[in-house]
């Protein structure tokens, strides 16, 4: 549904976005995850032409931004960082105008207004003027109108930045409602905003595509092994801890001290190895209790911090990306 091969954009100062690549299947959630001045807002400019892309290529649903810009915008419904609402204007009069843009008119227009007003939960507010509207209702008539058109992609920039957590919540309940329907990249700098609503993720740092995967792989990826937590009663420190050394693919066991009269132990498989079920046995097996054993997973947050805190990690795992990209 989306391509983008060898995008580059400068600006006489920066180099925006260096050289990133990238597909987003029909029906996809896609996070585009990166900390602020990364270069998410430019290549959704350029994916909404808004903006000409110094080098390189995007495609929309086949079509080229450059080239076909009519027919991109047909099929793209934008959701900028600020929405590009109009304060003196009452909502059902907004969403109006915004249809006639799309060349909308007539009982078709009002129609799909009502419809749109349902979806994004502003039928209740219809007769308002935008200027009286909290920021989380505003933040709903901006994805109302990103979707008037009724668009094949949503493209959502930092859809839940500046709301309260309850907004947060309600908002990203919504995406997840309009993810049946349309291919969805919406662009955040919080780590659990991708945890929770995207299926893949795409991590640009400083303009360079960092990782594309799912979460779950970029995790298993960057651990290549299996980490367990493991909660032991029964016997001494020290005695479990030479037990959990002695279980079959344990690489390492790092006592996590002891906290009412349980021994607790981080411990590392060698790559490849599931060792959960040789600990549940070797510690039943020794007559003493097992209390945890959990799976200790990194957290998107250490994910990214790892990926983007050496240029070599960066690198290799780019190189990973393409390759899992490439089917
Ligand atoms: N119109 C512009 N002119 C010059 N530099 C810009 C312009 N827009 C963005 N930049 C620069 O490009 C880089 C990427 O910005 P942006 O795409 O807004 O990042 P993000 O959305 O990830 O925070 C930043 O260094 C920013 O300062
Ligand atoms: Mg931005």
């Known amino acids: 549904m989306i391509r983008v091969e060898g995008l580059t954009k400068r600006y006489p100062r920066t180099v925006a976005v260096d050289d990133i690549s990238f597909t987003v299947n029909k029906g996809e959630i896609v996070g585009f995850l990166g900390p602020n001045g990364a270069g998410k807002t430019t290549t959704m400019r350029v994916l909404t032409c808004f903006l000409p892309p110094t080098e390189g290529m995007a495609e929309v649903a086949g079509y080229d931004v450059v080239k076909q810009p009519m027919e ?15 304060p003196e ?6 969403l109006q105008f915004v249809g006639r843009l799309k060349g909308m008119s007539g009982t078709a227009l009002a129609s799909r207004i009502q419809e749109v007003a349902k979806r994004c939960h502003v039928d209740d507010v219809m007769p308002k003027l935008i200027s009286k509207l909290s920021k989380g209702y505003r933040q709903r008539v901006g994805l109302a109108q990103a979707i008037i058109h009724n668009p094949d992609v ?13 907004q947060i919540l309600e908002t990203r309940d919504l995406i997840k409602e ?9 662009s955040t700098h919080i780590l659990p905003e ?3 609503t995207c299926q893949k993720v795409l991590i640009i740092n400083k303009g360079r595509l960092v990782a594309t995967d799912t979460v779950e792989n970029l995790t ?31 690489a390492v066991v790092k006592s996590a001290g002891t906290k009412n009269g349980r021994a607790r132990f981080e411990v590392e498989s060698r790559p490849g190895e599931q060792i959960r079920p040789e600990i549940a046995r070797a510690v039943v097996q020794a007559g003493w209790q097992l209390h945890e054993l959990h799976s200790l997973s990194f957290s998107l947050e250490e994910i990214f911090l790892q990926l983007t805190s050496s240029d070599a990690a960066a690198a290799g795992s780019t190189q990973a990306a393409e390759k899992g990209e490439a089917q």
């Open 194 to 196: 991708v945890e929770q």
């Open 178 to 186: 309009l993810a049946g329907e349309h291919t969805i990249i919406l």
């Open 220 to 250: 298993s990826r960057l651990r290549g092994s299996d980490a367990v937590g493991v909660e032991v009663s029964g016997a001494g420190a020290a005695e479990v801890e030479g037990a959990l050394n002695g279980v079959a693919g344990v």
């Open 154 to 166: 949503l493209i959502l920039d930092e859809p839940t930045s500046g709301l309260d957590p309850k």
């Open 72 to 86: 991109v915008k047909r099929r793209i419904g934008y959701l900028p960082e600020t929405p590009p609402l109009y």
């Open 89 to 94: 204007m009452e909502v059902r009069e907004y």
